[in-house]
């Protein structure tokens, strides 16, 4: 979502990511926000949050630790290391200032309610945008322009949701700082914008299974937290998008250096309950050798299929 630099750049990231996303401003300006998320690379994370002795991670990136530089306080010439509250009643200003790493704006996700929804009208845009790439109907538009409906929608859902207030949004002590970052204002013309850079790419992706890899993108960012069950479903389906693994060390310490492993398996299938055995025996015993994590739903096309990016398997 955020395409560009550490910093938040209109029309070029996801107009999304400030309602959705809670970014970090180093300088206490609403106008210097930064989106700096962690990854599944347990080296990569470590190296960037605590580092070496000189500040800087093992991989040229800057340490960032839970800080408040903006606040001019120091303890020994360092950023006071920020612990929220010593009561733990952490206001909106406690989660700007000490938040170094991307987390969920708690405004939409927390303090806001959301409304239930069985379908949204972003949804519908990506499956008729399916529909059309795949020539299953005629739906009166292209795939593309399914897409960039999809994409504005989006954009207008999550705005949305984070503007829905309530009793305790409205109560809590936001300083213009706070607001500007959790309660941000919908730019329309970066969401233009923006939504015709995914249009272009889906157009330029060179085949039905690059531009699916868009389609899902699209759907994950729009579902994420609020349809998981749905997303499950449509990863096993679709076997997009391409995810990126976690990775450890072994637990086998061999010559003193345990070896980075890549966790690449994935649940395919939730188990059927213990009752079913016992209340449905001869049913059961017709699928009983398919009861198990790993052995693909019936209706997926491509059972073999990876469901990781390539390069993003860590060496």
Do not use: C
């Not at 000189?54 to 612990?83: F, M």
């Not at 987390?103 to 008729?128: C, G, H, K, Q």
């Not at 109560?171 to 233009?192: G, H």
């Amino acid at each position: 979502m955020n395409r560009g630099s550490v910093k938040y750049e209109a029309g070029t990231d996801d107009p999304r990511l400030p309602a959705i996303a809670m970014g970090y401003t180093p300088s206490g300006s609403a106008d210097d926000v930064e989106y700096y998320g962690m990854s599944g690379n347990y080296v990569r994370n470590y190296q960037v949050m605590v580092g070496d002795p000189l500040g800087t991670s093992l991989n040229g990136e800057p340490v960032r630790k839970n800080l408040w530089p903006q606040d001019g306080k120091a303890v020994d010439g360092k950023a006071a290391i920020h612990l929220r509250n010593i009561n733990g009643n952490g206001t909106p200003d406690d989660f700007v200032r000490g938040t170094p790493w991307t987390y969920y704006n708690p405004v939409t996700y927390v303090v806001n309610e959301s409304p239930f929804n069985i379908e949204t009208l972003a949804e519908v845009d990506l499956f008729l945008a399916e529909v059309a790439l795949k020539n299953l109907a005629s739906t009166g538009k292209s795939a593309a322009d399914h897409i960039q409906d999809a994409v504005l929608h989006s954009v207008d859902y999550w705005f949305f949701i984070n503007k829905s207030e309530d009793y305790v949004s409205e109560n809590l002590p936001f300083s213009d700082l706070a607001k500007a970052i959790l309660k941000p204002t919908k730019n329309a013309a970066a969401a233009t914008q923006y939504a015709g850079i995914i249009k272009d790419e889906f157009n330029a992706a060179a085949g039905e299974d690059d531009k699916m890899e868009i389609l899902m993108q699209q759907k994950f960012i729009h579902l994420n937290l609020h349809g998981p069950y749905e997303l499950f479903a449509e990863l096993r389906r679709t076997r997009h998008p391409k995810l990126e693994p976690i990775t450890s060390f072994s637990s086998d310490n061999v010559g003193g250096t345990p070896a980075l492993v890549n966790q690449t398996m994935v649940f395919e299938r939730y188990r059927y309950p213990s009752s079913e055995a016992a209340t449905n025996a001869e049913e059961f015993a017709k699928v009983k050798a398919d009861d198990n994590w790993t052995s693909p739903i019936f209706w997926v096309k491509n059972p073999s299929e990876s469901y990781f990016l390539p390069k993003a398997i860590k060496d």
